[in-house]
C-alpha cells in the first residue's frame, strides 16, 4: 500500500499520521501487507505513471502488480486503513448467526450495517460486500437467520443502518440509545449498485444539517451525493433559531438527494466560500444550490428562508425546473485602454470569437498567491503585442464571473484562442515567465501561418480539379483546453455566462456514468481535465455516479486545506 505525497498541509499531514499509525499495527497483525511513502515532487515519472492529480493519493498494489492498483477514497484515520485493507484482502462482512453477533456488530460503533438476507448467494448480497470493502468506517454484517430476521422484524432481502442516538432527558444529561435502525432499504437483485447503497450509507455520518468547518469538510465531500444545498447565515443572529430550524426540517425530506449544509457568515475563514458563490453581506440570509459534476449554482428565489420555500426550491431544481444562477460583473469602461485587455462574462464570447484577432487569456483568481505574482509578468506581456494588430493579450477573473466549464481547482491558467474560424485553442503548458509565453504565442503564430499556406495550396488543387467543397459551417462555440501544467492538454467546453440569456446547453463532463443538471444543461462523458465532453441526452439531477474530485469541490473547501 502506498502513498504518494508532497509537502503536506496540516490537513494531509493528519492524514500521513494516520497513514503510519495503521502501518505500525498491521505490522504485527498482517506483516505480508507493506505501506509505503513517496514524494512525487521527486519522483515525476511515478506521478505520470499513475496519474497522481491530487495529494496525498493512496493506492493498494495488489500481488505486486503495478497494474491497475486500487485507489483508496475517504479514508482518514488509522483505524479505517486498517479495516479497508482488512477488507480488501479478507470478508468484507461478518457472517452472523445469531442474535447476539448481531447486537455485538450494532454497538461496536456509532453507525453499523446489516443486510438481512433469504439466502447468501445472489447479485444482492455481491453488492453489499462490494459496498462494505469502500465503507471502512463502520461495521457490516449480513445474515440469512429466519431467528434473527425475526427478532428485528425485519423482512428477508433488506438492508438496515443502525445508529446511536441521543435522547435529551429531564436531567441536565442525554440518554444514548444504542443501534436503532434509522433507513430501511429493501434490495432486490439488479435495482441497487455499489454506489447508490454507498450514497444512502454514508448520509448518516453526517447530520441532517451539517455546519461547514475545518471538522466537516472532508466529511461532507467523502458522501458521495452531488447536490449540495447551502445556508448562509449568521449563527449569533436573532433569527439564526427559527432559520435553522426552517432548514433541518425541510432537509428530512432530502435525505439522500441532498446535502444540507449551514455556513456561517461570522467566520472568517468561510471568506473564500462566499466568494466563490458571490454572497455579500446584504444578501445573507441566502440559500444556494451547488452541483458538484456540472459546477451549475442555483440561488433561492425566495428571500425568506422558510420551510415552504426550501421544499419548493429543491424540488424545482430535482425536476430540472430551476433556473440557473449566472453572474457576471459588468464590462469596464475602460477594459480594452490598457495592454492587457479585461474580460468578463458580458464580453467573454463576443471578444474570444472574433475571428480576426487571436486572443491569448489568462485565468486567474485574486486570492490566488501564484495569480497575484504572475500578473506583472502578463501585463509586460500586454505591453510587448500591444502593437500587433492581430494578437491581444487578456484576462479574467474567474472567481466574479462564471464561465462554464473552465473553472479548475489550480489557477492561473492560460489558454490561446487564434483567430480564424476552424483553428482549434490551445492550452498553455510551458513555464511561467515572459520569454516563454512568447516563444509560444511566436510559435503558434508560426504554425497558423504554416497551415494557412497549406490551405490556400489545397484550395487552389481543389479549383484546378474543380472539385473545391464549401468550408463547414462554424459552430459558434469554443473548445477550451483543460490544463494540467507540465503536461498535454485535452479539450471541453467553453462559453461565458450570458445574464438574462438563461442556461447555455454546455456543461462541466462527468466521469462516464455522469451528468449534469439544470434545463439546458448536458450530459458529458469524463470528468473534468480528462477529455471533451459529448452532446447527449438532458440529464437528471443527481443521476451521475461522478466520484467527487472534481473542481467544485476543490474550490468548495480549498480555504481549510491552503
Known amino acids: 500500500m502506498s502513498s504518494q505525497d508532497v509537502t503536506l498541509s496540516q490537513s494531509s499531514q493528519n492524514l500521513s499520521e494516520e497513514f503510519a499509525e495503521a ?206 444545498i447551502l445556508l448562509f447565515t449568521p449563527m449569533n443572529s436573532e433569527t439564526f433559531n427559527e432559520i435553522y430550524e426552517n432548514y433541518q426540517s425541510a432537509a428530512a425530506q432530502f435525505r439522500g438527494k441532498m446535502l444540507f449544509v449551514l455556513v456561517d457568515t461570522d467566520e472568517a475563514r468561510n471568506g473564500r466560500i462566499f466568494e466563490y458563490f458571490r454572497i455579500r453581506d446584504i444578501d445573507v440570509p441566502a440559500v444556494r444550490i451547488l452541483n458538484l459534476t456540472s459546477e451549475a449554482r442555483y440561488k433561492m428565489p425566495a428571500d425568506e428562508v422558510t420551510v415552504e420555500n426550501l421544499k419548493d426550491f429543491c424540488q424545482s431544481y430535482l425536476h430540472g425546473k430551476a433556473k440557473q444562477h449566472l453572474p457576471s460583473e459588468e464590462i469596464p469602461q475602460d477594459w480594452d485602454k490598457m495592454p492587457v485587455k479585461v474580460l468578463v462574462g458580458k464580453n467573454f464570447n463576443s471578444v474570444i470569437f472574433n475571428k480576426t484577432m487571436t486572443v491569448f487569456v489568462m485565468f486567474y483568481a485574486p486570492w490566488s498567491h501564484e495569480c497575484r505574482k504572475l500578473l506583472p509578468v502578463w501585463d509586460k506581456l500586454g505591453e510587448q503585442y500591444e502593437s500587433h494588430k492581430d494578437i491581444m493579450i487578456a484576462k479574467i477573473d474567474v472567481t466574479a464571473n462564471d464561465i462554464l466549464a473552465v473553472a479548475l481547482d489550480r489557477y492561473p491558467f492560460f489558454t490561446l484562442f487564434p483567430a480564424g474560424a476552424h483553428h482549434q485553442e490551445v492550452a498553455y503548458t510551458g513555464e511561467y515567465t515572459l520569454e516563454a509565453f512568447s516563444e509560444f504565442l511566436e510559435e503558434q503564430r508560426k504554425k497558423k501561418a504554416e497551415a494557412g499556406e497549406e490551405e490556400l495550396r489545397a484550395v487552389t488543387e481543389r479549383r484546378a480539379r474543380g472539385s473545391e467543397q464549401p468550408p463547414p459551417r462554424p459552430c459558434g462555440r469554443a473548445r477550451i483546453p483543460a490544463p494540467s501544467h507540465g503536461s498535454t492538454a485535452t479539450c471541453r467546453d467553453v462559453r461565458a455566462s450570458q445574464p438574462g440569456s438563461g442556461p447555455w446547453d454546455t456543461a462541466w463532463p462527468g466521469n462516464g456514468t455522469g451528468s449534469a443538471e439544470g434545463p439546458g444543461v448536458w450530459q458529458g462523458k469524463q470528468r473534468p481535465g480528462h477529455g471533451p465532453a459529448a452532446r447527449g441526452a438532458r440529464a437528471q439531477p443527481g443521476a451521475s455516479g461522478r466520484t467527487m474530485n472534481g473542481s467544485a469541490r476543490s474550490l468548495y473547501w480549498i480555504h481549510w486545506i491552503l
Not at 441532517?208 to 458522501?223: G, M, Q, R
Request: glycine share 6%.
Open 23 to 228: 502501518a505500525r499495527q498491521l505490522k504485527k497483525e498482517a506483516p505480508r501487507i507493506q505501506f509505503g511513502k513517496i514524494d512525487v515532487t521527486h519522483q515525476y515519472d511515478l506521478r505520470k505513471e499513475f496519474n497522481i492529480q491530487a495529494f496525498p493519493t493512496v493506492k493498494f498494489f495488489v500481488n505486486g502488480s503495478r497494474e491497475d492498483p486500487i485507489d483508496c477514497k475517504g479514508v482518514r484515520k488509522a483505524s479505517a486503513f486498517i479495516t479497508w485493507v482488512k477488507r480488501r484482502t479478507g470478508p468484507s462482512t461478518v457472517l452472523i448467526n445469531s442474535t447476539d453477533q448481531a447486537e455485538a456488530i450494532i454497538k461496536a460503533g456509532d453507525l453499523a450495517v446489516i443486510g438481512f438476507f433469504r439466502e447468501l448467494h445472489s447479485d444482492s448480497v455481491e453488492v453489499f460486500c462490494e459496498t462494505a470493502r469502500d465503507v471502512p468506517e463502520m461495521p457490516f454484517g449480513m445474515t440469512a437467520s429466519e431467528e434473527v430476521c425475526a427478532n428485528y422484524g425485519v423482512q428477508r432481502n433488506s438492508l438496515v443502518v443502525f445508529k446511536e442516538l441521543i435522547r435529551p432527558t429531564t436531567s441536565q444529561t442525554s440518554l444514548f440509545v444504542q443501534g436503532k435502525p434509522v433507513h430501511n432499504e429493501v434490495l432486490e437483485d439488479g435495482r441497487q449498485s455499489k454506489l447508490g447503497l454507498t450514497r444512502i450509507i454514508k448520509t448518516f455520518t453526517l447530520d441532517l444539517v451539517t455546519e461547514y468547518n475545518i471538522e466537516t469538510s472532508v466529511k461532507i465531500f467523502d458522501v458521495p451525493v452531488e447536490n449540495h
